[in-house]
């Protein structure tokens, strides 16, 4: 087959912050502190970042080093080095759609809440909460806001990588970082704001159980965007005279940096407002306007920055859930870019819908017990993510050469990355081992069970028609 020459990134800080831009998302911003108030804060934080900092840096470097090693995105990639793996690479594009069946309902709100900011919700008489419950379980408001949500996904991913997921994270992402540090001196300098710093910072271990330290390995696993081919997609596309271990780990500390400061930004006024932590997926819509309007007027604009904030981490992560897919289908099937995305983003919009509608009207519609919306969220985050970090672990570990990484990391031995050995050790033993265990204790611990039966089933059986794919 006749190949156009593969598109790169247009320069080094074009990919990193296309790169942070995809690990920086609801992951941090909505998610991370709803998991924190509900696994008793610093305990779970602390668990949380020994998996980031340990687990999760090791598999950005092995996705970085196969993306760009085979010049393929995921599926082609494990497939080029060996075709009895190819499943793992097809396990990450289900996992792309699965986890766009619900993202963009969450970016979706997001996106709504900037415009509601301004147009009576801090102000709203039957209480913010009821407000937020009766907006997500509408029919017809958050579903359009969905679709608008993926309609800019299509419009950035059409454009292609340097003009149109480079341009809009090297925008958008300090754009976020300076909004988040806004809120969070806001957020530290009002009275009675330490009760939440000491929540975020002093660990209570009594939470603590063979759950948290699941939720802790797959929230480390989607807030990194990995265990699915997305930094290796990413790391296809990139120069060889990258060094990737040190973008690796700037990405890293990025990533949970923005996460703690989002922390910094959500609890102490929570606790100032006396406020509940555990409130659950709805904590940042519901307890942040609670937050604003406690300000008065100047609330709005505070809560409609926020909501900016939000909405542009998720679109610069899920543009890079989108690219997953459209890679799989230019790489695999010869598709063009635009039919591409055309293609797989018309399914995100199915998907979308059905799960927006499971917060109301198709609220009793469960498969396995979960509504459709939980189904992909805890198929992804519970199990998918971190048995594809594993089988990424092993195929780097068991199947690659080490001195085809060594030469990759090192970009062919003219830098150095000193640690290659540990590294090389942790891919291989250590965290295959580590993820297995946290996985068999969390998966017999969770309220879900057939449900995870479910998803290690699917796993099996691709695995078993893994050359068929
Ligand atoms: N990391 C993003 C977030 O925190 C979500 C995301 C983007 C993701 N790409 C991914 C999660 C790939 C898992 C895999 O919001």
Not at 76 to 91: D, H, M, P, Q
Not at 147 to 173: D, Q, R, Y
Not at 268 to 289: H, I, N, Q, T, Y
Request: proline share 3%; glycine share 12%.
């Amino acid at each position: 087959m006749e190949r156009k020459p593969r598109e790169h990134w247009g320069s080094r800080i074009g990919f990193l912050m296309a790169a942070a831009g995809s690990a920086v998302g609801l992951g941090n911003i909505w998610r991370f502190p709803y998991l924190a108030g509900e696994n008793g804060g610093s305990a779970f934080i602390i668990i949380y970042l020994i998996f980031a900092l340990v687990i999760g840096i090791s598999i950005m470097i092995a996705e970085f080093a196969v993306g760009r090693r085979t010049q393929l995105a995921a599926v082609g990639a494990y497939k080029s080095i060996n075709t009895r793996w190819t499943f793992a690479g097809v396990l990450g594009v289900i996992s792309a759609f699965f986890i766009m069946g619900f993202y963009p309902v969450v970016g979706g709100w997001s996106t709504a809440y900037i415009i509601k900011s301004f147009t009576g919700l801090l102000s709203n008489s039957t209480g913010i909460k009821d407000a937020f419950v009766g907006f997500i379980s509408n029919p017809i408001q958050p579903v359009a806001w969905m679709i608008f949500f993926l309609f800019l996904n299509i419009l950035i991913v059409a454009k292609g990588i340097a003009s149109g997921i480079e341009k809009a994270g090297k925008i958008l992402m300090p754009t976020l970082f300076t909004l988040l540090i806004l809120i969070a001196i806001r957020s530290i300098t009002l009275p009675g704001a330490s009760a939440g710093l000491s929540f975020l910072f002093k660990p209570d271990f009594s939470k603590v159980n063979g759950e948290t330290f699941l939720a802790a390995l797959g929230q480390a696993f989607f807030s990194l965007s990995l265990g699915m081919g997305c930094m290796m997609t990413y790391g296809s596309y990139l120069n060889r005279d990258e060094k990737l271990p040190n973008n690796a780990l700037i990405v890293t500390l990025m990533d949970t940096g923005i996460a703690i400061l989002a922390g910094i930004a959500i609890f102490p006024a929570l606790f100032a407002f006396g406020l509940e932590p555990d409130s659950g997926p709805g904590l940042v819509f519901v307890v942040v306007p609670q937050i604003f309007a406690a300000m008065g007027g100047i609330g709005s604009l505070f809560s409609a920055i926020f909501f900016v904030a939000l909405t542009v981490a998720a679109l610069t992560s899920s543009v890079s859930l989108l690219e997953v897919v459209v890679a799989f289908l230019m790489d695999q099937r010869g598709w063009t870019r635009k039919k591409s995305v055309y293609v797989s983003g018309g399914i995100m919009v199915f998907t979308g819908i059905l799960s927006s509608l499971s917060m109301g009207l198709m609220s009793g519609f469960t498969i396995f017990g979960a509504g459709v919306f939980d189904f992909f969220d805890i198929l992804t985050d519970k199990i998918f993510l971190a048995i594809g970090g594993m089988l990424l672990a092993i195929f780097v570990g068991w199947f690659m050469k080490k001195e085809d990484l060594q030469d990759e990391l090192t970009n062919s031995g003219t830098v150095a990355f000193g640690l290659f050995n540990v590294w090389y050790n942790l891919v291989k033993y250590v965290i295959p081992l580590a993820i297995a265990i946290v996985a068999y204790i969390g998966i017999t611990s969770i309220k879900q069970t057939g449900l995870m039966i479910f998803g290690l089933a699917i796993i099996l059986v691709l695995g078993i028609f893994s050359k068929k794919f």
